[in-house]
C-alpha cells in the first residue's frame, strides 16, 4: 500500500523548533519531488517548501525562507522539515506530498501522494 505519513507536529512556543517527518511506504521517496504544505484555518493551502526528485534542489517560499529546512533521508524513505524562530502564523495543519514529476515545486495538482497532515500550533 502506498503511504505518506507525517509526524512531528505539535504546540510549540514562538521562537521555538519542531522537526516534522513524511515517511513513505510502498514506493521509494528517492524517485519523487516532495513538497510540504499547510493549511492554517481560513486560509487556502499554500506551498512551504519542495525538494527536486533530480538533484535535491530545493525552494521555499518566502516567508519561511532562512527559518525552515527540507532535508531527504533516502535510506530511511523519510523527507524532513525542521522549523526553526517559530512564529505564530506557522500555525497551520502541515502535508507532504509526493510527485513523480521531479521538480512539481507548488504545483498542488502535479502531486500523486498525499499525507494526512500534522498540526502545529505556535503560541505567542
Known amino acids: 500500500e502506498v503511504q505518506l505519513v507525517e509526524s512531528g507536529g505539535g504546540l510549540v512556543q514562538a521562537g521555538g523548533s519542531v522537526r516534522l517527518a513524511c515517511a513513505a511506504s510502498?514506493?521509494?521517496?528517492?524517485?519523487?519531488?516532495v513538497g510540504w504544505f499547510r493549511k492554517a484555518p481560513g486560509k487556502e493551502r499554500e506551498g512551504v517548501s519542495c525538494?527536486?526528485?533530480?538533484?535535491?534542489?530545493?525552494d521555499y517560499a518566502g516567508s519561511v525562507k532562512g527559518r525552515f529546512t527540507i532535508s531527504k533521508d533516502n535510506a530511511k524513505n523519510t523527507v524532513y522539515l525542521q522549523m526553526n524562530s517559530l512564529k505564530p502564523e506557522d500555525t497551520a495543519v502541515y502535508y507532504c506530498?509526493?510527485?513523480?514529476?521531479?521538480?512539481?515545486?507548488?504545483?498542488?495538482?502535479?502531486?500523486?501522494?498525499w499525507g494526512q497532515g500534522t498540526q502545529v500550533t505556535v503560541s505567542s
Open positions: 525538494i527536486s526528485a533530480s538533484d535535491g534542489s530545493t
Open positions: 510502498g514506493f521509494t521517496l528517492d524517485d519523487y519531488a
Open positions: 506530498a509526493a510527485s513523480y514529476y521531479p521538480w512539481a515545486k507548488w504545483s498542488e495538482t502535479l502531486y500523486n501522494y
